[in-house]
Structures are given as C-alpha cells and as structure tokens.
C-alpha cells in the first residue's frame, strides 16, 4: 500500500518527461506563429512599397483609383490567408494541448482507481459508506470532465465553421468584383 522510492522516482520521471515535451511543443508553435508573421510583415512592406511606387506614377484620378482597387484585393486575400494559417496554426495547437490534458487526467482517474481500490482492500471495517462517496466524486468528476470535454469540441466546431463562412464570403466577393 506505500508507495516506494522507486515509484516516486519513475513518476516524477514521467511527469518531467511529459512537461518537457509539452513545453517543446509550445516552442515549435511560437516559432511557426513567429516565422509567420515575420513573413506576413515582410510582405505587407514589400507591397506597401509597390504601391508607393506606383502611386508616384499616378497622372490623374482615374489612375488613382485603378492603382488603389489594384492593390486592395490581393491585400485583402493575403489577409485572410494569414488568419486562416494563423487560426490552423492555434488549432493545432489546442488539439495537442486538449491530447495532452486528457492523457493527464486519464493517467490520474487510473491512478486515483488503483488506489482507492487498495485503499478499500486494507480498509478497516465501516469504511464501505467513505469509499462508495469517493467513488460517486470520481465519477461526478468525470462526468462534469467529460461534459466540459464535449462543450470545447462544440466551440471549437463552431470556430471553424465560422473561419469557413468568412473565408467564403471574401472568396465569393473576390469573385463578384
């Protein structure tokens, strides 16, 4: 029933090992996020001065126009291009998170089992009333758990659809214009 040197080691082991890979994940997501927005930057400055330039050629307003409504649809797209790599990119990364989380508290529910059923073996005589309203908490919890679970992929869903709906209304106005 008492757990031993080694098995504190091996979890604590465990433990570090699965933060460290947790944290080297975060670190590959801020340095996709950061190369992205290093590359929309660079863009938006190199267009901006494309614009410039043509601008200093315009001769009258006609061509001031054509110039502006060149530049505006590709700005536009590039945009949205960016929110939807920058949207991928945090749904990937909610994903891995959402993975990691519930292997954790799976791991936990296992472990809290393990022990309460040794605890209930060597449990002394009365404890049966104690033990039964710890098991109808852990299953509570993973009741409310699993609810909160499936609330985060309805929202998740809805954000999608939504980032679709968007993506399709500039497309199809990109195309009427």
């Given at each position: 029933m008492y757990v031993t040197p080694d098995q504190f080691a091996a979890l604590g082991k465990t433990n570090v090992e699965t933060a460290l890979g947790?944290?080297?994940?975060?670190?590959?997501?801020?340095?996709?996020?950061?190369?992205?927005?290093?590359?929309?930057?660079k863009t938006a400055f190199e267009d901006s001065m494309s614009h410039a330039k043509a601008l200093m050629n315009v001769k009258d307003v006609q061509d001031l126009v054509n110039v502006n409504t060149a530049a505006t649809q590709p700005a536009i797209e590039k945009v949205i291009a960016w929110q939807r790599s920058v949207y991928e990119l945090m749904s990937q990364s909610q994903a891995e998170y959402t993975r990691y989380v519930e292997a954790q508290a799976q791991e936990l529910n296992k472990s809290a089992a393990t022990y309460l059923e040794k605890f209930a073996k060597n449990a002394p005589a009365g404890s049966d009333?104690?033990?039964?309203?710890?098991?109808?908490?852990?299953?509570?919890?993973?009741?409310?758990?699993?609810?909160?679970?499936?609330?985060?992929?309805?929202?998740?869903?809805?954000?999608?659809?939504?980032?679709?709906?968007?993506?399709?209304?500039?497309?199809?106005?990109?195309k009427a214009a």
């Open positions: 947790f944290a080297q994940s975060n670190f590959a997501t801020l340095e996709k996020l950061s190369a992205l927005n290093f590359n929309a930057t009333v104690a033990i039964a309203a710890v098991k109808s908490a852990m299953a509570a919890a993973n009741s409310a758990y699993d609810s909160m679970t499936k609330a985060a992929k309805q929202a998740t869903e809805m954000a999608e659809a939504n980032m679709a709906a968007v993506t399709s209304a500039a497309t199809s106005k990109k």
